[in-house]
């Protein structure tokens, strides 16, 4: 009996350890708002919304769609890698104009929500967060 209480205590020990380190499962559909500004605009508010459906490491896992100044931005997310207890993904557009493509979106929960950075191919960085729905 005491060897069964022992391995157990060492298995939920290790397990304990092993995710302690990892970064939480932020499947799902997150919405959010930033603002950005541009030259012809000024300062133009962009809805955003993220559907993560995976987090393997080189595939496919999910999209996005930004929305704000009249036009709407669709792209495919696939994730790089899980760096600093986040994720770190790319996006690809896949309909819109006048979009980047090739943007870098590092995602980290923070309690409810997800902070997001979200840098632009041409070097913009925007910072926000998110929440569920």
Not at 86 to 94: E, L, M, P, S
Request: proline share 2%.
């Amino acid at each position: 009996m005491r060897r069964t209480v022992l391995a157990l205590v060492a298995a939920a020990t290790a397990a304990l350890v092993a995710s302690a380190g990892a970064a939480p499962d932020i499947r799902g559909t997150w919405v959010g708002t930033t603002r950005l500004h541009t030259k012809s605009q000024g300062v133009v508010t962009v809805r955003v919304r993220y559907e993560i459906t995976a987090l393997t490491p080189g595939q496919a896992a999910g999209t996005t769609r930004y929305r704000g100044a009249g036009r709407t931005c669709h792209g495919a997310l696939t994730l790089r890698a899980r760096v600093s207890g986040g994720y770190a993904f790319r996006d690809r557009v896949t309909s819109g104009r006048r979009c980047t493509s090739g943007d870098r979106i590092f995602l980290q929960a923070a309690g409810s929500a997800l902070r997001v950075r979200l840098t632009e191919r041409g070097g913009s960085v925007f910072r926000f967060k998110m929440r569920r729905p």
